[in-house]
């Protein structure tokens, strides 16, 4: 569920949803399906791209995608920096190396995906707890394969934080770094601490003190950009969702007020 800056009367703006678990389901629970789409503005959030794979790209899962993103009228697809499969899929999300020639072959790829979706495909800086061949540092990877395909840029919060812990970067500087005008939107969620130099995604517990002070950064760096909040287990009652949605808000709105000016 999603916040959007200005629609404070609105408790959710909008809905993310992973299109693989939709696409080709019928009967009563795809009519379900469609009437949500038709009442709630909704992003595909997908999973098995798998745009840094060494396999050839799915071409006949592209297809099917387009199919389903313009029959629910969803302009804005995302999907993960990563890889998830080769012959078959690995159900995790794998990090590409950070070469290069790993940015060519990136970006080649997303501006073949692009063109089969005819929409742009706004890429996740993922959470890695590995980084295998590493020639370059995350951001500039990152920043690479966004000017490379000509692609917009999904901002997941907690995935900087997250990784500046167990890699020890400025989690700002990083925020900081990225492109104003390539950001779609942003995410936030919750982690789980291993220990004091390791902490693990997991979508699965609300968001801590530092993730929000980070988001408010973010809000003050580049304006109160559309922010969803994921929760994937351990799902709460619905009002502590939106107790977190208020978060997000309360922070959308510090950020819309200009600063006070002295005389």
């Known amino acids: ?12 703006d909008f809905l993310e949803v992973a299109p693989e678990n939709w696409i080709g389901i019928g009967g009563r629970q795809g009519r379900q ?24 790209l799915d071409e006949a899962f592209l297809k099917r995608l387009k199919v389903f993103l313009d029959q629910h009228g969803i302009a804005v697809y995302s999907e993960h920096l990563s890889y998830c499969s080769d012959t078959g899929h690995l159900y995790d ?28 495909v706004a890429m996740e800086n993922i959470s890695y707890y590995a980084a295998p ?18 692609c917009p840029l999904l901002l997941d919060v907690n995935n900087v934080y ?4 167990n890699h020890g970067y400025d989690a700002c500087a990083f925020i900081a770094a990225m492109p104003a005008e390539r950001i779609a939107y942003l995410h936030v969620a919750g982690h789980y601490r291993e220990a004091a130099d390791l902490v693990i995604d997991s979508h699965g517990a609300p968001v801590i ?6 988001l408010s950064r973010t809000y003050e760096r580049f304006g109160p950009l559309p922010t969803l909040l994921e929760r994937d287990f351990n799902i709460p009652p619905l009002t ?3 107790e977190e949605l ?5 922070l959308q709105d510090r950020a819309c007020v200009p600063e006070l000016r002295h005389g």
């Open 33 to 56: 399906f469609r009437a949500l789409t038709e009442r709630h503005p909704f992003i595909a959030h997908g999973l098995s791209l798998s745009i840094g794979s060494p396999a050839p």
């Open 246 to 250: 208020a978060v997000i808000r309360r």
């Open 1 to 12: 569920m999603g916040a959007l800056s200005g629609n404070p009367n609105a408790p959710i």
């Open 133 to 150: 061949g590493q020639a370059m540092s995350e951001q500039a990877f990152v920043l690479a394969v966004l000017e490379e395909a000509d």
């Open 240 to 242: 502590e969702l939106l």
């Open 162 to 165: 997250v990784n500046s812990i």
């Open 93 to 120: 999300l794998m990090p590409i190396p950070f070469t290069e020639e790993a940015v060519h072959y990136v970006a080649e790829r997303l501006r073949r995906v692009q063109d089969v979706l005819e929409r742009p």
């Open 209 to 214: 003190d530092p993730v929000w002070d980070l």
